[in-house]
Nanobody, 123 residues
């Protein structure tokens, strides 16, 4: 049974930082590309970032480029999202997702999803 479990969300002031973690189990982690998505109230789920199976390639939404960094530790079956210079508009539930053949930004190309972790940025 595949499980993705996010952690690290919380309440932070604008300009602050958070690091999200996503621990994967029940799959061969190195076979999977990983993505982070987010969904704010009343909005559609949107792409945040992507990382290749070996961490060599990453890709970000324009809205977070230069502020967020994705990394992965294949020995720990974990992917991270370091979020710096947070803004109120970053407030959302953040989800990690895993897929073998993915179209980076397309949510429906990922096979497995976590339950999400809430990030709230106060102004």
């Amino acid at each position: 049974q595949v499980q993705l479990v996010e952690s690290g969300g919380g309440l932070v002031q604008a300009g602050g930082s958070l690091r999200l973690s996503c621990a994967a189990s029940g799959l061969t982690f190195t076979n999977y590309r990983m993505g982070w998505f987010r969904q704010a109230p009343g909005k559609e789920r949107e792409f945040v970032g992507y990382i290749s199976w070996n961490g060599a390639t990453s890709y970000y939404a324009d809205s977070v480029k230069g502020r967020f960094t994705i990394s992965r530790d294949n020995a720990k079956n974990t992917v991270y999202l370091q979020m710096n210079s947070l803004k109120p508009e970053d407030t959302a539930v953040y989800y990690c997702a895993a897929g073998i053949w993915v179209s980076r930004t397309a949510a429906n190309s990922y096979n497995y999803w976590g339950q999400g972790t809430q990030v709230t940025v106060s102004s």
